[in-house]
């Protein structure tokens, strides 16, 4: 009985010191799960709110497991963003038995489904890296705005303009990657990676994609899935394939050996930047600046 008053004696003492942390606070804490969707809220609610990135920069969401202290940072925020379409996969039941307690916006819900690429059926299928294509990113993050207001009605003047103004840099730089991707198009070029993250990419800017992995990082390339894509990268004349930060490049290293073996050099060039930012205060430290750093990247690397 002493054990057991002890234990609810601490448990309470935490949960007392969780909300008087809570109330002190002189701002609202947002809790988003990637640095990549941290970046754009930022840009939206500017200093109405703290906002904290779960998974810190140069960490694979696709094998991320939330830790005691994501998960008292999570339940101990003012509002939960999260990405969904299953990036957070091994978090998505953390999500659901938040959702009874917890003030929550899922960014993604609202993408028209014609819009979404899938490689099956399944709802697992579905290809989350939908802020490769920076309109549909733009979508997702508008919805954010939107939801935000919902949450904190005071903010709508503030949210509303601090979207406008984002927004209108995102559609510049869509712009700049349709400039520079058409002449990767007239060399003949493809972009090759390490895991199928590229897709949505592709298809906006109208550039061959191929990945080595699928969709998630837990997926294996088989030898057919090597030997077909050095085929493809010797037929075409590809000059460079990329290497992704979050991933070990021993797999994609093995395709440059194996055009190496049919007497055609290529470059392994990057590390692109996939499922996170760069770290803080880099060039590709934010949004913007990470789709520059890769658009710049593969173009020297497939044009020299």
């Known amino acids: 009985m002493r054990n057991y008053l002890l234990i609810l004696t601490i448990s309470l003492l935490s949960f007392a010191c969780k909300f008087e942390n809570k109330e002190e606070r002189s701002k609202p804490q947002i809790v988003a799960t990637t640095s990549i969707l941290a970046d754009g809220i930022r840009n939206i609610v500017g200093e109405n709110a703290d906002v904290v990135s779960l998974m810190p ?171 077909g894509l050095v085929s493809f990268i010797v037929e075409r004349n590809i000059r460079a394939v990329f290497a992704e930060q979050t991933i070990s490049p021993k797999a994609i290293e093995a395709v440059v050996a194996g055009c190496a073996n049919q007497n055609h050099e290529i470059k392994l060039a990057g590390p692109l930047y996939t499922d996170s930012l760069g770290a803080p205060e880099s060039p590709a430290g934010t949004y913007i600046g990470m789709v520059k750093t890769n658009v710049q990247v593969i173009f020297e690397s497939l044009t020299k």
């Open 57 to 227: 920069a140069g960490v694979d969401p696709h094998l991320y497991k939330a830790s005691v202290r994501d998960l008292d940072l999570l339940q101990n925020a003012d509002l939960v963003i999260y990405h969904g379409l299953f990036l957070e996969g091994k978090m998505t039941e953390i999500f659901e038995k938040l959702a009874f307690s917890q003030n929550l916006i899922n960014v993604s819900e609202e993408i028209p489904q014609d819009l979404l690429l899938r490689s099956g059926p399944e709802a697992h299928s579905v290809d989350p890296h939908i802020w490769f294509d920076v309109s549909l990113w733009s979508l997702a993050l508008e919805h954010g705005a939107k939801e935000i207001i919902k949450w904190q009605p005071e903010w709508k003047s503030v949210v509303n303009k601090n979207t406008e103004d984002y927004l209108s840099q995102l559609a510049s730089l869509h712009q700049d990657n349709l400039t520079k991707v058409a002449q990767l198009r007239q060399a003949n070029q493809a972009l090759i990676t390490a895991h199928d993250a590229f897709s949505y990419f592709g298809r906006a800017y109208d550039l061959e994609v191929l990945g080595l992995q699928g969709l998630s990082t837990l997926s294996e390339p088989g030898l057919r899935d090597l030997t």
